[in-house]
């Protein structure tokens, strides 16, 4: 799109409006305006007022492209043109060399927030080009070069982390002191008054106190020397792999089952004392039933925000997929909804119900007494990252085999801030 051209045109079109409107409020001055000329006037008041705020929205991301090009034309005076062009063509070049210890420095921070933000804008369909070269391009040829080991270890992170891929509440902290929220344990109730000096009353909401912490995750690599050489070797994705799926998969089980003691507390963990729906029988015999049951236990609030889905395991989910709507889930169309994008990148999960599903091997499988789904509102889950992970090399201990260690090294912790946002379900048999 032609950003110029196109606020000329919004320009224009909201001269015109502007005359129509003079020209409305001249032909009604000194006399009471009727209903439809005020609904008039209102109206292209209101087109005037989205005119000067699109017109904003595209000046205001026309000054931040021109920002990014004097940053980069900054960067060809300092750097040069091929180590501009290297950084943003070959950031593994720039990794390659940290990873050989030519810079000195032990640390290489990777900044996920980046990573994470440019996932959630591609989901609400914005263009790729757009947001890499608004939220990446800053025209430093070094603060280009963890971008590509950026997107592989929180893509990973995320693909093996089903409370990452949720709509939960993400909070991202510079310092890891610890934080203390309101938790909500029960709900104001008012009630109603008839008549003029009688008492009010209602009912006070109930708080608990929840904590987040700082805990660290870690995960060692070693890596030989002659893959730090060998330029055929992708070593950002190789890293970014290796260590997204090791630190994924070791926080999803404490964001699920977490004790809540020296780690986070597990989204099934919190949840112990608030609603369950009770099966009765095996998961699948009472069909639909009991989904809905569990879909209702929760306030309509919670199911309309925009963040209700459920959780669940694979097999969970492969037994669920297998029930129809007709003769006791047995005929018909089935009730599972798969996505057209799911397992492509970006791409939106499957749903039950009308209601999205994530798949997480951490919650319980279908047994006696198991929780083995949760619904409600996964926003009420707050996920807490100190600062980004750090990647940390030393070649000393592996200086007799000729090998380099790495360390990712990741700080987090979760709760449940609102105990009456999530339901499980639990099959008793």
Known sequence: MDIRAHVIALNEQRVRVVEQLRAELDATTGRERNQEEQAKIAKMDARIDEIDAEVREFVTRETREQEAGALREQSLQIFGEPAVTRAVHDADAYLRSWARGEFGNRELEVNIRGAQREREMLRQGADPAEIRALAWDTGSAASLVPTTLARVLYETMEASNAMLRAPTTKVYTAGGETMQFPRVNAHAIATQVSGQGTTLAG???????????????????????????????????????????ALGRVTATDYVTGSG?????????????????TTGGSLIAPTAEKLIDLIYSVNDEYRSGGSAAFIMRDSTAGTLRKLRDGAGGTVGAFLWEPSLTSGIQNGTPDRMLGFPVYIDSNVAAQGSNAKSIAFGDLSAYYI??????????????????????????????????????????????
């Open 384 to 429: 807490r990252i100190v600062g980004n992970p750090m990647i940390e090399r030393d070649d000393s201990v592996g200086f007799a085999t000729d090998e380099a260690f790495f360390r990712a090294k990741l700080r987090t912790d979760g709760d449940v801030i609102d105990l009456t946002a999530v339901n499980a379900l639990v099959q008793n048999v």
């Open 203 to 245: 009912t006070d909401p109930t708080f608990l106190k929840m904590t987040l912490d700082a805990f660290k995750y870690a995960n060692l690599v070693k890596v030989a020397n002659e893959v730090l050489s060998d330029e055929g070797i992708d070593l950002a994705t190789f890293l970014g792999r290796d260590m997204g799926r």
């Open 261 to 277: 003691s020296g780690k986070p507390n597990g989204l099934m963990t919190a949840i112990v004392g608030s609603g369950t729906i």
